[in-house]
């Protein structure tokens, strides 16, 4: 069964794109299975992921070249940082960045992200990013987009009351997509009071490729939280 097969039913296209370097590659074949969380075996309390004592874990959905991820694991070390991505050359750049930068506070996903979610324990998470996911612009494909009722609800049962769902997007049809489920989700409420609470990033934001290629193609991206009720 090919790649694209295999991933037919899920919220991306395909893991595979150019041919991984073969420093990349032994990456994934060295270091994943040792930072891969298992969502066959997570311990109930998620702090056991970690070699270190953490003060509490946070879970980006799709880190794509994990710029983001390996910044705020180095700026919060106290802090367990689970990062999901199905594409193997941003797979490979979060364990390059974790290899590194020397970071013993990241564990990874290489699947379809609401296999995790399922898994995780309730109320388990201090905070939930979904930054720039694919934006799936053909109406026809706007299923396939992570945002939808049931992942919001998957979402929902694992972050703790008061904690934050964050996303991020350049592509306005998105961003009225999930405003407009969030407003049905009985489990969420937008925080933003002013403009900029939704038009500026969000502090410390250290910017992305795919921020940087939105600002190049003239669109500008929107930033909104959400809190678990």
């Avoid at 994934?28 to 992921?49: E, Y």
């Avoid at 945002?147 to 009225?176: C, E």
Wanted: cysteine-free; hydrophobic content about 40%; glycine content about 8%.
């Amino acid at each position: 069964m090919s790649d694209e097969e295999r991933y037919e039913g899920s919220f991306f296209g395909r893991r595979r794109g150019k041919p991984l370097r073969a420093g990349r590659a032994a990456l994934i074949a060295g270091d994943l299975p040792r930072l891969r969380v298992d969502p066959a075996s997570v311990p109930a309390d998620l702090a056991r992921l970690f070699p270190h004592p953490v003060d509490d874990i946070r879970l980006e959905i799709g880190f794509g070249g994990a710029e983001h991820l390996l910044h705020e694991a180095s700026a919060n070390p106290a802090t367990g940082f689970i990062g999901v991505e199905p594409f193997l050359a941003g797979l490979a750049k979060g364990l390059d960045g974790v290899a590194r930068l020397g970071l013993t506070n990241v564990r990874l996903f290489d699947d379809d992200a609401t296999q995790l979610l399922d898994a995780l324990p309730e109320a388990s998470l201090s905070r939930v990013d979904l930054l720039y996911p694919d934006p799936w612009p053909k109406t026809r494909h706007w299923k396939r987009r992570f945002v939808s009722d049931q992942n919001l609800a998957r979402i929902a049962r694992v972050l703790k009351p008061g904690a934050p769902f964050r996303f991020a997007s350049d592509i306005d049809t998105y961003v009225a997509w999930t405003l407009e489920h969030v407003r049905r989700s009985p489990d969420f409420e937008w925080t933003a009071e002013r403009a900029a609470d939704w038009r500026e990033p969000w502090a410390g934001w250290p910017g992305t490729r795919y921020e940087a290629k939105a600002i190049r193609e003239g669109r500008r991206g929107s930033y909104l939280i959400f809190r678990r009720t």
